[in-house]
C-alpha cells in the first residue's frame, strides 16, 4: 500500500459525459501527478501540482482539468467524455518537486465510457 | 529531451532462473533513473532508484540494477525468478533539471515466471 487513495475504483460513463476523479496524497507529501494509462498510448504524465499550483502540464487534453485542495487533495475532472477516454488513471505524488524525489502511485482509476 | 527504451516487451522466465529486463536511457545531463512494476488490476509500485550515487542498486524484493553510463544502460536483474515476479515493469527516466517535472516511462516489459 503507497498511502496514495484514490476514488472511484471504477468509473463507467457515457459518451458526452463529465466525472470527477480524486486523490489523496501520501501524509505529507505536496506535489501529486495525474497519469492516464492506455493500451495504446501507454503510461502519459498529464499534469502535476505542488502546495496548491499547477507546475507542469503534460499531454493533458483541454477536456480534461484538474486542481489541488488547500488540504492538498486533488481532483481530476474530465468532460465531454469520449470513447478514447477510456483508460486507468493514476495519481502519485510525492514529497517534493526535484527529479530525485520518486513518485508513489495510487491504485488508479478505471474509467470506462461507453 | 530524455527517452529510455525498453527493449524486450515481453520476457518469460522459468521460476528459480535468473531475470533479466533490459532498459536503455538517453539523455543529455546526469539523469535519474527508476524502475517501477506494476500487478495485474494494481497500481505502480517503486522497485528501485538511481540517483548519481552508487551505480548498483539494490531494491526491493531481491532486484537490483546497474547504472553503466558508458553504455546508457540501466538494466534489472534478479538472481531467481519466483512466481509473484509476474507482472509489468517501467524504466523510468527522471526529467532534465529544470524542465517541467515529468517522469518519462519506458513502454513497459511484461514478464512471465512458468513454474
Known amino acids: 500500500d503507497s498511502g496514495v487513495t484514490q476514488t472511484p475504483k471504477h468509473l463507467i460513463t457515457a459518451t458526452g459525459q463529465r466525472v470527477t476523479l480524486r486523490c489523496s496524497p501520501r501524509s505529507g507529501d505536496l506535489s501529486v501527478y495525474w497519469y492516464q494509462q492506455s493500451l495504446d498510448q501507454g503510461l502519459q504524465f498529464l499534469i502535476q501540482?505542488?502546495?496548491?499550483?499547477?507546475?507542469a502540464k503534460g499531454n493533458i487534453l483541454e477536456r480534461f482539468s484538474a486542481q489541488q485542495f488547500p488540504d492538498l487533495h486533488s481532483e481530476l475532472n474530465l468532460s465531454s467524455l469520449e470513447l478514447g477516454d477510456s483508460a486507468l488513471y493514476f495519481c502519485?505524488?510525492?514529497?517534493?518537486?526535484?527529479?530525485?524525489?520518486?513518485?508513489?502511485f495510487g491504485p488508479g482509476t478505471r474509467l470506462t465510457v461507453t | 529531451a530524455q527517452s529510455v527504451t525498453q527493449l524486450d516487451s515481453h520476457v518469460s522466465v522459468s521460476e528459480g532462473t535468473p531475470v533479466l529486463l533490459r532498459c536503455n536511457y538517453s539523455?543529455?545531463?546526469?539523469?535519474?533513473l527508476f524502475w517501477y512494476v506494476q500487478h495485474p488490476n494494481k497500481g505502480l509500485q517503486l522497485l528501485l532508484k538511481y540517483t548519481s550515487a552508487a551505480t548498483l542498486v539494490k531494491g526491493i524484493n531481491g532486484f537490483e540494477a546497474e547504472f553503466k553510463k558508458s553504455e546508457t544502460s540501466f538494466h534489472l536483474t534478479k538472481p531467481s525468478a519466483h512466481m509473484s515476479d509476474a507482472a509489468e515493469y517501467f524504466c523510468?527516466?527522471?526529467?532534465?533539471?529544470?524542465?517541467?517535472?515529468?517522469?518519462?516511462f519506458g513502454s513497459g516489459t511484461q514478464l512471465t515466471v512458468l513454474p
Open positions: 539523455s543529455s545531463y546526469s539523469p535519474s
Open positions: 501540482y505542488y502546495n496548491g499550483e499547477e507546475r
Open positions: 502519485a505524488s510525492s514529497v517534493g518537486v526535484g527529479r530525485t524525489y520518486e513518485q508513489y
Open positions: 523510468v527516466v527522471s526529467p532534465s533539471p529544470g524542465s517541467a517535472r515529468q517522469l518519462t
